[in-house]
Protein backbone atom coordinates (compact mmCIF):
# COMPACT_ATOMS: atom_id res chain seq x y z
CA UNK A 1 0.00 0.00 0.00
CA UNK A 2 1.37 3.43 -1.36
CA UNK A 3 2.31 5.86 1.73
CA UNK A 4 -0.44 8.46 2.26
CA UNK A 5 0.46 12.25 2.87
CA UNK A 6 0.09 12.96 6.24
CA UNK A 7 -2.61 15.39 7.34
CA UNK A 8 -0.71 17.67 10.13
CA UNK A 9 1.79 18.36 6.84
CA UNK A 10 -0.80 20.05 4.65
CA UNK A 11 0.22 23.85 4.48
CA UNK A 12 -2.85 26.31 5.13
CA UNK A 13 -6.32 25.55 4.17
CA UNK A 14 -7.63 25.85 7.44
CA UNK A 15 -11.21 25.86 6.92
CA UNK A 16 -10.92 22.71 4.90
CA UNK A 17 -9.11 20.93 7.55
CA UNK A 18 -11.27 21.99 10.20
CA UNK A 19 -14.58 20.96 8.36
CA UNK A 20 -12.74 17.43 8.05
CA UNK A 21 -11.91 16.95 11.83
CA UNK A 22 -15.32 18.34 13.25
CA UNK A 23 -16.76 15.08 10.64
CA UNK A 24 -14.28 13.47 12.23
CA UNK A 25 -15.39 14.19 15.94
CA UNK A 26 -18.98 13.67 15.56
CA UNK A 27 -20.04 11.82 11.95
CA UNK A 28 -23.84 12.53 12.38
CA UNK A 29 -22.70 16.19 11.61
CA UNK A 30 -23.34 15.68 7.68
CA UNK A 31 -20.46 15.18 5.45
CA UNK A 32 -18.77 18.11 3.46
CA UNK A 33 -18.29 19.30 0.30
CA UNK A 34 -14.87 21.14 -1.04
CA UNK A 35 -15.23 22.97 -3.64
CA UNK A 36 -11.83 24.54 -5.04
CA UNK A 37 -10.18 24.82 -8.27
CA UNK A 38 -6.94 21.93 -9.31
CA UNK A 39 -4.03 21.54 -7.60
CA UNK A 40 -5.30 22.42 -3.80
CA UNK A 41 -4.75 19.31 -1.76
CA UNK A 42 -8.27 18.69 -1.88
CA UNK A 43 -8.23 14.62 -2.27
CA UNK A 44 -5.22 14.77 -0.13
CA UNK A 45 -6.72 15.97 2.65
CA UNK A 46 -9.81 13.05 2.73
CA UNK A 47 -7.27 10.47 2.43
CA UNK A 48 -4.84 11.53 5.37
CA UNK A 49 -7.71 12.35 7.18
CA UNK A 50 -8.93 8.38 6.90
CA UNK A 51 -5.05 7.57 7.38
CA UNK A 52 -4.92 8.96 11.23
CA UNK A 53 -8.18 8.38 12.16
CA UNK A 54 -8.51 5.91 15.38
CA UNK A 55 -9.31 2.30 15.10
CA UNK A 56 -12.82 1.46 15.76
CA UNK A 57 -14.40 -1.61 17.50
CA UNK A 58 -16.41 -4.13 15.25
CA UNK A 59 -17.87 -7.27 15.73
CA UNK A 60 -16.20 -10.07 14.97
CA UNK A 61 -17.02 -11.52 11.26
CA UNK A 62 -19.78 -9.31 10.16
CA UNK A 63 -19.65 -7.52 6.47
CA UNK A 64 -20.66 -3.83 7.88
CA UNK A 65 -17.91 -3.35 10.64
CA UNK A 66 -21.17 -3.11 13.43
CA UNK A 67 -20.46 -1.44 16.98
CA UNK A 68 -20.47 -4.33 19.73
CA UNK A 69 -21.88 -1.67 21.85
CA UNK A 70 -24.10 -0.23 20.18
CA UNK A 71 -26.76 -2.99 18.95
CA UNK A 72 -29.44 -0.72 18.25
CA UNK A 73 -27.65 -0.09 15.45
CA UNK A 74 -26.47 -3.81 14.43
CA UNK A 75 -26.98 -5.28 10.80
CA UNK A 76 -29.86 -8.03 10.02
CA UNK A 77 -27.50 -10.41 10.62
CA UNK A 78 -25.80 -9.68 13.77
CA UNK A 79 -29.16 -8.73 15.32
CA UNK A 80 -30.54 -12.70 13.87
CA UNK A 81 -26.82 -13.75 15.41
CA UNK A 82 -27.82 -12.37 18.71
CA UNK A 83 -31.56 -13.71 18.38
CA UNK A 84 -30.19 -17.17 17.86
CA UNK A 85 -28.45 -17.58 21.48
CA UNK A 86 -25.04 -15.76 20.80
CA UNK A 87 -25.32 -12.96 23.18
CA UNK A 88 -21.55 -12.09 23.22
CA UNK A 89 -21.11 -11.41 20.22
CA UNK A 90 -17.19 -11.33 19.95
CA UNK A 91 -15.67 -8.08 18.30
CA UNK A 92 -12.02 -7.02 17.33
CA UNK A 93 -10.49 -3.59 16.37
CA UNK A 94 -10.07 -2.13 12.82
CA UNK A 95 -8.18 0.59 11.27
CA UNK A 96 -10.83 3.30 9.54
CA UNK A 97 -11.81 2.14 6.50
CA UNK A 98 -11.32 4.25 3.53
CA UNK A 99 -13.45 4.23 0.37
CA UNK A 100 -13.46 6.23 -3.06
CA UNK A 101 -16.86 6.28 -5.11
CA UNK A 102 -16.09 6.02 -8.58
CA UNK A 103 -18.23 8.35 -10.79
CA UNK A 104 -19.08 5.88 -12.95
CA UNK A 105 -21.02 4.39 -9.84
CA UNK A 106 -24.66 2.87 -10.09
CA UNK A 107 -27.60 3.30 -7.20
CA UNK A 108 -27.31 -1.04 -6.91
CA UNK A 109 -23.11 -0.55 -6.68
CA UNK A 110 -24.04 1.95 -3.79
CA UNK A 111 -26.63 0.89 -1.35
CA UNK A 112 -26.08 -3.50 -2.50
CA UNK A 113 -28.52 -5.66 -3.82
CA UNK A 114 -30.50 -8.74 -2.57
CA UNK A 115 -30.86 -11.90 -4.78
CA UNK A 116 -34.44 -12.22 -5.50
CA UNK A 117 -34.35 -15.14 -7.49
CA UNK A 118 -32.29 -17.10 -4.43
CA UNK A 119 -34.78 -15.96 -2.16
CA UNK A 120 -38.19 -17.07 -3.74
CA UNK A 121 -36.84 -20.64 -4.97
CA UNK A 122 -34.71 -21.81 -1.53
CA UNK A 123 -36.35 -19.21 1.12
CA UNK A 124 -32.90 -17.60 1.68
CA UNK A 125 -32.18 -14.02 1.70
CA UNK A 126 -29.13 -12.93 0.28
CA UNK A 127 -27.55 -9.79 0.51
CA UNK A 128 -24.71 -8.37 -1.53
CA UNK A 129 -23.32 -5.39 0.14
CA UNK A 130 -22.33 -2.36 -1.89
CA UNK A 131 -20.24 0.66 -1.19
CA UNK A 132 -22.21 1.55 1.91
CA UNK A 133 -21.90 -1.22 3.18
CA UNK A 134 -17.92 -0.93 3.35
CA UNK A 135 -17.62 2.85 4.06
CA UNK A 136 -19.81 1.89 7.33
CA UNK A 137 -17.55 3.47 10.32
CA UNK A 138 -15.30 4.79 7.77
CA UNK A 139 -14.93 7.68 5.10
CA UNK A 140 -16.51 7.92 1.90
CA UNK A 141 -14.52 9.88 -0.87
CA UNK A 142 -16.03 11.17 -3.83
CA UNK A 143 -14.49 12.97 -6.17
CA UNK A 144 -15.93 15.23 -8.52
CA UNK A 145 -19.46 14.73 -6.75
CA UNK A 146 -20.70 17.03 -9.06
CA UNK A 147 -20.77 14.97 -12.00
CA UNK A 148 -22.11 11.80 -10.13
CA UNK A 149 -25.54 10.81 -11.27
CA UNK A 150 -27.86 13.05 -8.83
CA UNK A 151 -29.96 9.98 -7.68
CA UNK A 152 -26.85 8.77 -6.92
CA UNK A 153 -25.88 11.47 -4.50
CA UNK A 154 -29.09 11.70 -3.46
CA UNK A 155 -29.05 8.05 -2.39
CA UNK A 156 -25.84 8.87 -0.64
CA UNK A 157 -26.78 12.10 1.47
CA UNK A 158 -29.84 10.17 2.70
CA UNK A 159 -27.83 7.15 4.31
CA UNK A 160 -25.39 9.87 5.71
CA UNK A 161 -28.34 11.47 6.92
CA UNK A 162 -30.06 8.57 8.94
CA UNK A 163 -26.76 6.56 9.45
CA UNK A 164 -28.90 3.42 8.39
CA UNK A 165 -29.09 1.90 4.94
CA UNK A 166 -32.26 -0.13 4.11
CA UNK A 167 -32.53 -2.18 0.54
CA UNK A 168 -36.16 -3.86 -0.27
CA UNK A 169 -37.16 -5.48 -2.95
CA UNK A 170 -40.65 -7.74 -3.42
CA UNK A 171 -40.93 -7.56 0.20
CA UNK A 172 -37.71 -8.66 1.02
CA UNK A 173 -36.10 -5.93 3.65
CA UNK A 174 -32.32 -5.89 4.48
CA UNK A 175 -30.59 -2.86 6.63
CA UNK A 176 -27.31 -2.09 7.94
CA UNK A 177 -25.70 0.77 9.79
CA UNK A 178 -24.40 3.35 7.18
CA UNK A 179 -22.68 5.94 9.37
CA UNK A 180 -19.53 7.35 7.82
CA UNK A 181 -17.59 11.19 6.80
CA UNK A 182 -18.74 11.74 3.44
CA UNK A 183 -16.32 13.74 1.52
CA UNK A 184 -16.99 15.16 -1.79
CA UNK A 185 -14.83 17.42 -4.13
CA UNK A 186 -15.21 19.22 -6.88
CA UNK A 187 -13.85 21.56 -9.29
CA UNK A 188 -16.98 23.96 -10.08
CA UNK A 189 -15.60 24.96 -13.55
CA UNK A 190 -16.69 21.49 -14.35
CA UNK A 191 -20.70 22.62 -13.58
CA UNK A 192 -22.19 23.10 -10.06
CA UNK A 193 -24.51 20.96 -7.70
CA UNK A 194 -28.07 21.02 -8.05
CA UNK A 195 -29.39 23.54 -5.51
CA UNK A 196 -31.25 20.87 -3.63
CA UNK A 197 -28.34 18.49 -3.49
CA UNK A 198 -25.69 20.63 -2.39
CA UNK A 199 -27.74 22.27 0.65
CA UNK A 200 -27.49 18.26 1.83
CA UNK A 201 -24.32 18.52 2.65
CA UNK A 202 -23.83 19.90 6.10
CA UNK A 203 -20.77 22.12 5.88
CA UNK A 204 -19.03 23.35 2.71
CA UNK A 205 -15.60 25.00 2.06
CA UNK A 206 -14.64 26.63 -0.93
CA UNK A 207 -10.59 26.56 -1.46
CA UNK A 208 -8.25 28.67 -3.65
CA UNK A 209 -4.31 28.03 -3.72
CA UNK A 210 -2.24 29.91 -1.81
CA UNK A 211 -0.98 32.84 -3.25
CA UNK A 212 1.54 33.89 -0.08
CA UNK A 213 5.03 33.02 -1.64
CA UNK A 214 6.80 31.71 1.56
CA UNK A 215 3.95 28.85 1.55
CA UNK A 216 3.91 28.22 -1.95
CA UNK A 217 7.98 27.08 -1.21
CA UNK A 218 7.15 24.79 2.29
CA UNK A 219 4.66 23.04 -0.58
CA UNK A 220 6.92 22.52 -2.71
CA UNK A 221 9.57 21.14 -0.44
CA UNK A 222 7.32 19.18 1.62
CA UNK A 223 6.12 17.26 -1.79
CA UNK A 224 9.58 16.84 -3.11
CA UNK A 225 10.32 15.40 0.27
CA UNK A 226 7.63 13.16 0.59
CA UNK A 227 8.36 12.27 -3.37
CA UNK A 228 12.00 11.48 -2.16
CA UNK A 229 11.41 9.56 1.27
CA UNK A 230 7.69 8.96 1.81
CA UNK A 231 8.32 6.84 5.09
CA UNK A 232 11.07 9.39 6.25
CA UNK A 233 8.49 11.64 5.63
CA UNK A 234 5.92 10.35 7.79
CA UNK A 235 7.99 9.39 10.40
CA UNK A 236 8.75 12.62 10.77
CA UNK A 237 5.15 13.91 11.47
CA UNK A 238 4.56 10.98 13.43
CA UNK A 239 3.98 12.63 16.27
CA UNK A 240 1.81 15.20 15.13
CA UNK A 241 -0.60 12.72 13.45
CA UNK A 242 -0.89 11.09 16.54
CA UNK A 243 -1.26 14.07 18.99
CA UNK A 244 -4.06 14.75 16.21
CA UNK A 245 -5.19 11.38 16.37
CA UNK A 246 -5.55 11.20 19.84
CA UNK A 247 -7.43 14.55 20.10
CA UNK A 248 -10.25 13.26 17.55
CA UNK A 249 -10.30 9.89 19.54
CA UNK A 250 -10.73 12.08 22.88
CA UNK A 251 -13.32 14.22 21.05
CA UNK A 252 -15.37 11.26 19.90
CA UNK A 253 -15.63 10.73 23.49
CA UNK A 254 -16.77 13.50 24.84
CA UNK A 255 -18.92 15.24 22.11
CA UNK A 256 -22.25 13.24 23.68
CA UNK A 257 -21.65 15.35 26.66
CA UNK A 258 -21.32 18.74 25.38
CA UNK A 259 -24.02 21.11 26.31
CA UNK A 260 -25.76 24.61 25.38
CA UNK A 261 -28.13 26.96 26.64
CA UNK A 262 -31.19 28.22 25.52
CA UNK A 263 -29.12 31.49 24.64
CA UNK A 264 -27.03 29.42 22.29
CA UNK A 265 -30.09 28.04 20.50
CA UNK A 266 -31.38 31.73 20.19
CA UNK A 267 -28.02 33.03 19.01
CA UNK A 268 -28.05 30.33 16.04
CA UNK A 269 -31.11 30.81 15.36
CA UNK A 270 -31.26 34.76 15.33
CA UNK A 271 -27.87 34.34 12.84
CA UNK A 272 -29.88 32.34 10.46
CA UNK A 273 -32.72 33.89 10.11
CA UNK A 274 -31.23 37.54 10.05
CA UNK A 275 -29.01 35.81 7.35
CA UNK A 276 -32.43 35.01 5.33
CA UNK A 277 -31.08 31.14 5.35
CA UNK A 278 -33.92 28.62 3.80
CA UNK A 279 -35.33 26.39 6.18
CA UNK A 280 -33.99 24.64 9.34
CA UNK A 281 -31.25 22.48 8.51
CA UNK A 282 -28.57 25.04 8.71
CA UNK A 283 -29.67 25.48 12.70
CA UNK A 284 -29.16 22.22 13.59
CA UNK A 285 -25.81 21.23 11.61
CA UNK A 286 -24.42 24.95 13.43
CA UNK A 287 -25.16 23.10 16.63
CA UNK A 288 -23.97 19.47 16.27
CA UNK A 289 -20.56 21.23 14.59
CA UNK A 290 -20.25 23.89 17.58
CA UNK A 291 -20.43 21.18 19.69
CA UNK A 292 -18.40 18.75 18.16
CA UNK A 293 -15.58 21.88 18.08
CA UNK A 294 -16.12 22.18 21.77
CA UNK A 295 -15.77 18.76 21.77
CA UNK A 296 -12.28 18.94 19.95
CA UNK A 297 -11.01 21.37 22.04
CA UNK A 298 -11.99 19.49 25.50
CA UNK A 299 -14.78 21.35 26.59
CA UNK A 300 -17.97 20.40 27.54
CA UNK A 301 -19.83 23.28 26.80
CA UNK A 302 -20.29 25.25 23.71
CA UNK A 303 -19.77 29.30 23.69
CA UNK A 304 -20.14 31.73 20.46
CA UNK A 305 -17.02 31.27 19.12
CA UNK A 306 -17.92 27.85 18.57
CA UNK A 307 -21.03 28.60 16.68
CA UNK A 308 -18.97 31.42 14.54
CA UNK A 309 -16.77 28.67 13.50
CA UNK A 310 -19.28 26.27 12.76
CA UNK A 311 -21.62 28.80 10.95
CA UNK A 312 -18.68 30.01 8.82
CA UNK A 313 -18.60 26.44 7.59
CA UNK A 314 -22.62 25.75 7.34
CA UNK A 315 -23.43 29.03 5.93
CA UNK A 316 -21.52 29.67 2.49
CA UNK A 317 -23.85 27.25 0.31
CA UNK A 318 -26.95 28.02 2.15
CA UNK A 319 -26.82 31.95 2.11
CA UNK A 320 -28.24 33.89 -1.30
CA UNK A 321 -26.05 36.42 -2.77
CA UNK A 322 -26.19 38.61 -5.58
CA UNK A 323 -23.16 38.74 -7.93
CA UNK A 324 -21.38 41.46 -5.88
CA UNK A 325 -21.62 40.60 -2.69
CA UNK A 326 -18.92 39.71 -0.68
CA UNK A 327 -17.84 35.91 -1.47
CA UNK A 328 -17.07 34.71 2.31
CA UNK A 329 -17.97 35.82 5.87
CA UNK A 330 -14.96 35.13 8.31
CA UNK A 331 -15.49 33.32 11.89
CA UNK A 332 -14.97 37.00 13.53
CA UNK A 333 -17.73 38.86 11.23
CA UNK A 334 -20.66 35.95 12.38
CA UNK A 335 -19.05 36.02 16.05
CA UNK A 336 -19.78 39.66 16.06
CA UNK A 337 -22.78 39.54 14.41
CA UNK A 338 -23.71 36.82 16.57
CA UNK A 339 -22.69 38.68 19.89
CA UNK A 340 -25.61 41.78 18.16
CA UNK A 341 -28.05 39.16 18.19
CA UNK A 342 -27.66 37.58 21.45
CA UNK A 343 -27.45 41.46 23.03
CA UNK A 344 -30.97 42.13 21.12
CA UNK A 345 -32.79 39.62 23.15
CA UNK A 346 -30.75 38.20 25.88
CA UNK A 347 -32.51 35.98 28.01
CA UNK A 348 -33.27 36.94 31.92
CA UNK A 349 -29.95 35.47 34.33
CA UNK A 350 -32.19 33.17 35.95
CA UNK A 351 -33.92 31.84 32.51
CA UNK A 352 -30.45 31.32 31.23
CA UNK A 353 -29.27 29.61 34.64
CA UNK A 354 -32.32 27.04 34.41
CA UNK A 355 -31.57 26.50 31.05
CA UNK A 356 -27.59 25.84 31.23
CA UNK A 357 -27.82 21.83 31.06
CA UNK A 358 -29.41 21.46 27.67
CA UNK A 359 -28.15 19.16 25.75
CA UNK A 360 -26.65 16.74 28.55
CA UNK A 361 -27.62 13.71 28.89
CA UNK A 362 -30.14 12.30 31.13
CA UNK A 363 -28.78 10.85 34.37
CA UNK A 364 -30.28 7.05 35.34
CA UNK A 365 -32.61 6.82 37.71
CA UNK A 366 -32.08 3.96 40.59
Known amino acids: M ?5 FTAIVGQE ?3 RALILNAVDTRIGGVLIRGERGTAKSTAARSLAALLPQVKVVQDCRFGCDPDKPGTWCTECKERYATGKKDLPFHQRTTPF ?7 TEDRVVGTLDIEQAIQKGERHFEPGVLANANRGLLYIDEVNLLDDH ?8 AAMGVNVVEREGISFSHPAR ?7 NPEEGELRPQLLDRFALSVDIVGIREARERV ?3 ERNLSFERDPEAFRKEWLSKEAELSKQIGLGRELVDQVTYTSRDLLS ?3 LTSSLNVDGHRADLVILKAARA ?15 ALAAELALPHRIKRSPFQQAEITSDQLQERIEQLAGQSVPSEAEDDSESEKGKPEEKKT
Request: aromatic share 6%; glycine share 4%; proline share 6%.
Open 218 to 220: TIM
Open 15 to 17: RMR
Open 2 to 6: PAIYP
Open 293 to 307: QAAFEGRVKINDHDI
Open 152 to 159: VVDVLLDS
Open 99 to 105: VNLPVSA
Open 180 to 186: FILVGTM
Open 268 to 270: IAA
